[in-house]
């Protein structure tokens, strides 16, 4: 006898679309970077918490230098912005070897 599988099942792609408006509305409403250390304190073991903790200050960093008004997010100047872009990306480079 088969089993009926119960529950939904959304294509990957729509559950990106998904997730690019909320983030897009977090982004907006100025939750994002509140939302991003518990997140990281809350989640473990999987590809998706990896990639979260790796990305983490650097999402910040872009959110602070966006030209989006972010709600609670103060903007930093140009001259700070450039020697964070340099330390990220000496941070980037030095992982890779």
Known sequence: MRSRRTGVGIPERKT????????SEM?????????????????SGNFGCEASAQSAESLKVLLRQSSIPVAGLPQIDSEVLRGQQHAITKHLLCRRR
Do not use: A, Q
Not at 16 to 23: A, H, I, P, S
Not at 27 to 33: S, W
């Open 27 to 43: 982004i907006k409403e100025g939750l994002v970077e509140e939302t991003i250390d518990p997140t990281l304190d809350t989640c």
């Open 16 to 23: 990106d679309e998904y997730v690019v408006m909320r983030l």
